[in-house]
T-cell receptor, first 116, second 110 residues
C-alpha cells in the first residue's frame, strides 16, 4: 500500500506556456500533500504544503502566482507552472502524508519538466 | 531549518562499511532517511522518532541520539545496489514539514 503517482512523468513545453502536474495517492487518503523541486545535483527543496480544501502554504521565495496548487480532494493535488521559463526546468516531486498517520510521507515518482 | 549532512560524498569498495551523519541545531520531532537513484524519486528507508532509538536491520540501520539532534545511517558490508544519494529529512514538530539535508553521494565500486 501507500502508492503515490504523478502525471506526466516527463513534459517539454515552450517558454510562456503553462503546465499542469498531477499527484495522486492511489490507495490512501492524504489530507496533506507536499511539492518539492530538485535541480541537478541538489537536494529536494520544499516549495509548498497543500492541504485538502484550503489554500496552499508556500515556502519563502516561491511565487504563489507562478506555481498554482490545488488540492481538491483527499487523493489529488495539482501543481500548475504558469508562464514557464527555462529556469523553471527541474524535477518536481510530490509527496503525500497519510491521513491519521502524520509521520509517514510517501513520494511520487517525479515529473521532469523541460522548458525550451 | 535545513539539517546538515556529512560527508558530502563517499566512495566504497564492495563489502566496506559507511556512516552518514545528519545533525540539527535544535531538537527534532523525527528523522527520515531516503535513498535516491539518479533520475528517480527518493525511496523511504526508515523513520526515527524516539531519542536513543536504533532501527533497521543488519545491513542498513540508523540511530537517533538522546537529545534528538543527531542521527546516523549505518551501511554495513556495502553492495553495489547501495550506490545513490542518501538524504536525511527532518521534522521539527508533529505534523510539521519534512526538510531535507544536502545529501550524501555514495558510490560502491566492485
Amino acid at each position: 500500500g501507500a502508492v503515490v503517482s504523478q502525471h506526466p512523468s516527463r513534459v517539454i513545453c515552450k517558454s510562456g506556456t503553462s503546465v499542469k502536474i498531477e499527484c495522486r495517492s492511489l490507495d490512501f487518503q492524504a489530507t496533506t500533500m507536499f511539492w518539492y523541486r530538485q535541480f541537478p545535483k541538489q537536494s529536494l527543496m520544499l516549495m509548498a504544503t497543500s492541504n485538502e480544501g484550503s489554500k496552499a502554504t508556500y515556502e519563502q521565495g516561491v511565487e504563489k502566482d507562478k506555481f498554482l496548487i490545488n488540492h481538491a480532494s483527499l487523493t489529488l493535488s495539482t501543481l500548475t507552472v504558469t508562464s514557464a521559463h527555462p529556469e523553471d526546468s527541474s524535477f518536481y516531486i510530490c509527496s503525500a502524508r497519510r491521513s491519521g498517520l502524520p509521520n509517514e510521507q510517501y513520494f511520487g515518482p517525479g515529473t521532469r519538466l523541460t522548458v525550451t | 531549518q535545513q539539517p546538515v549532512q556529512s560527508p558530502q560524498a563517499v566512495i566504497l569498495r564492495e563489502g566496506e562499511d559507511a556512516v552518514i551523519n545528519c545533525s540539527s541545531s535544535k531538537a527534532l520531532y523525527s528523522v527520515h532517511w531516503y535513498r535516491q537513484k539518479h533520475g528517480e524519486a527518493p525511496v523511504f528507508l526508515m523513520i526515527l522518532l524516539k531519542g536513543g532509538e536504533q532501527k533497521g536491520h543488519e545491513k542498513i540501520s540508523a540511530s537517533f541520539n538522546e537529545k534528538k539532534q543527531q542521527s546516523s545511517l549505518y551501511l554495513t558490508a556495502s553492495q553495489l545496489s547501495y550506490s545513490g544519494t542518501y538524504f536525511c529529512g527532518t521534522v521539527n514538530n508533529q505534523g510539521g514539514k519534512l526538510i531535507f539535508g544536502q545529501g550524501t553521494e555514495l558510490s560502491v565500486k566492485p
